[in-house]
């Protein structure tokens, strides 16, 4: 009887699972989960901090209309993005059930080609493996002298248990460190800001803030965050975190020099890894690449497929669920047509969105103007349109940023950088434009289609 065992009910895995019955699979399907449905994003990342951009959003929106000065509840803010989080969660666990997925809250371990769900082992046809990834600690790659960590947070303990003391300290007045200058930490920074009570710090390594977008929206974002009541210091390296009562000191090189800063919180923002199940991978394969073209995994006997943040370069949900489609369709093959015949390339990564919920929202994919013309010996031609002369932006008081598309000689869109108010739904409309891969970024309004497309 062929059946499926799918490690992971996130973005991923519940795709794997609902792509399997549109696809007409009728056997049974296991889904795995160790903590909660829906994942990191749903529960501890993209949803809650979504919804958080929204409460920013129309605070500042607000307050450039109006001109008026707007008190913030955060219980009340804390309230709606629980709200957000369960409504999401529990539709995702009706959808389950009217699937008729057999979803199983247990960790699975792995033993000589064999599955081991509540102590017993199974036998399995084909394996899933969307197992996502997991917060680097911070703690880990420098000195420190830590008694008392609670206030040393990634995105599973902000966006969790520490939710709501962190709110209400904001609202007070605290201070917070951010490191990493990625789209996490800016995005942490950003949105976290409105209570201006409170000042935060980014610390980055690198010699500017989101270091794998274009270098000229790289700088438009630094100098719309870098103010207020949020200070970014670049190229600077973390070097020491210490206790000091109920605070810290943390200690930062810049241009040579030792800099120090005395904060509340730490939120470490500093980069993920891939959480693969260890009793599976070829630890010889040094690349870190563990997975084919075909997703499946490599040197395995058995047929164990592998998708999302398992899969190592971006680790975006759209990615998963775009992946999840390719993993169905090669599962279907192999049962019926004992081939796999659908793959995911590095052409196709390049086309995966990245999309920044900062304000102002950041959205990009593809090539840089800087790694097109070292790819093409500057044959390169680069066009540029700004929201300040856009008749909406005008009328939205909201002129800020610009598009930038990159094209080669033959007119053929290399990549895609842009800036500016609603910009996640700018960056589908320009791959359905030019693109035979169109991937919806994860959350935005623009999946609504994939229902319909």
């Known amino acids: 009887m062929k059946e499926v065992f799918i490690v992971g009910g996130g973005a991923g895995g519940v795709k794997l699972a609902e792509e399997l019955r549109s696809l007409g699979f009728e056997n049974k399907i296991y889904l795995i989960e160790d903590r909660f449905l829906g994942g990191e994003c749903t529960n501890v990342g993209c949803i809650p901090s979504k919804a958080l951009f929204n409460f920013s959003k129309n605070f500042y929106k607000i307050q450039k209309i109006f001109n008026t000065d707007i008190t913030l509840n955060p219980d009340n803010i804390f309230t709606n993005i629980r709200r957000v989080v369960n409504t999401i969660r529990k539709g995702i666990e009706d959808k389950l059930k009217k699937l008729e997925i057999d979803v199983i809250f247990d960790t699975a371990k792995f033993n000589n080609d064999k599955i081991i769900i509540f102590n017993k082992e199974y036998n399995y046809d084909v394996l899933a493996l969307a197992t996502g990834s997991y917060p680097i600690n911070i703690l880990d790659l420098v000195k420190s002298d830590i008694k008392d960590d609670s206030k040393i947070l990634n995105n599973r303990t902000l966006w969790g248990d520490k939710l709501k003391d962190f709110l209400n300290d904001l609202a007070k007045g605290s201070r917070i460190l951010i490191v990493g200058g990625g789209y996490i930490g800016l995005e942490t920074a950003s949105l ?39 200070n970014i210091f670049i190229s600077s390296k973390l070097i020491e975190i210490k206790q000091n009562n109920d605070s810290y000191l943390v200690v930062f090189e810049k241009e040579g020099k030792l800099e120090q800063l005395e904060v509340d919180y730490i939120v470490s923002t500093i980069g993920r890894k891939p959480n693969l199940p260890l009793e599976l991978i070829n630890k010889s394969d040094t690349n870190n690449i563990y997975f084919d073209n075909n997703l499946r995994l490599k040197g395995s006997k058995k047929l164990i497929f592998g998708l ?69 010996n500057n044959n390169v031609i680069v066009r540029k349109a700004y929201f300040s002369a856009n008749p909406k932006a005008i009328a939205d008081l909201d002129r800020i940023g610009f598009v930038k598309i990159i094209y080669n000689n033959l007119g053929e869109i290399l990549g895609a950088h842009m800036i500016g108010n609603d910009v996640d739904l700018l960056v589908s409309v320009l791959l359905s434009y030019h693109s035979e891969v169109v991937v919806f970024p994860h959350p935005t309004l623009a999946e609504i289609l994939n229902e319909l497309i």
């Open 192 to 230: 976290f800001s409105i209570f201006k009570k409170s000042v935060f710090y980014i610390v980055e390594l690198a010699d500017r803030i989101l270091f794998n977008a274009d270098k000229e929206i790289s700088t438009e974002l630094f100098k719309h965050l870098n103010k207020d009541n949020v």
């Open 308 to 376: 999302g943040d398992v899969t190592s370069f971006k680790m975006l949900a759209h990615k998963a669920e775009y992946q999840a489609k390719i993993v169905a369709k090669n599962i279907i093959d192999y049962f019926y047509k004992d081939k796999l015949s659908y793959e995911y390339t590095l052409n196709v990564e390049s086309l995966i969105p990245s999309v920044v919920f900062t304000i102002p929202q950041v959205a990009f994919y593809g090539l840089t103007e800087d790694e097109a013309k070292n790819k093409l």
